[in-house]
């Protein structure tokens, strides 16, 4: 199946994307609302929940905002490119989680990104009056996983 051909399908299936796919297709975090399907062997991912997938939007948006500096990017980029991505996904889930509980280590996966940012809501008011210092250094320390070689590579 061509790209075009993938998009046009994938946005026809998937109604309600999930912000969060990118991590939790390399298995980076993991959310109650997130529920996976199959498009010609390819993997998608779609929220459960309107307000779920708002507030994940929200979060993502204001997290772009405030790591541009981080990220080296400008307001005029309108699509991350991958690395990018994952680092204001995956780092900045990394961050928050960080910022509920100082004495852990920034965990290696979020088991659960509804039950996190809704944590982080219930603590800190709102997503506006998050640590947003303590939740930067998170994303710029943040490092994609490297890509395994084959046993066939040489």
Known sequence: MDSDAFRRIYRAVNERYC???KGILTRQCACSEAKTFCIAEREGVRCGSDEAQETCIAV???LRRQARFALKTSELQ???PHAKAMRLQIGGLRGIAVAL???KPAPDAIPD???LLLAAIARF???EHLPFPQIMQQIAAYRPRRRRRGSDAS
């Open 19 to 21: 912000a969060y796919e």
């Open 60 to 62: 993502l948006d204001l």
């Open 78 to 80: 309108r699509v991350l």
């Open 101 to 103: 509980d100082p004495e």
């Open 113 to 115: 990104v509804r039950a």
């Open 125 to 127: 008011g709102a997503i």
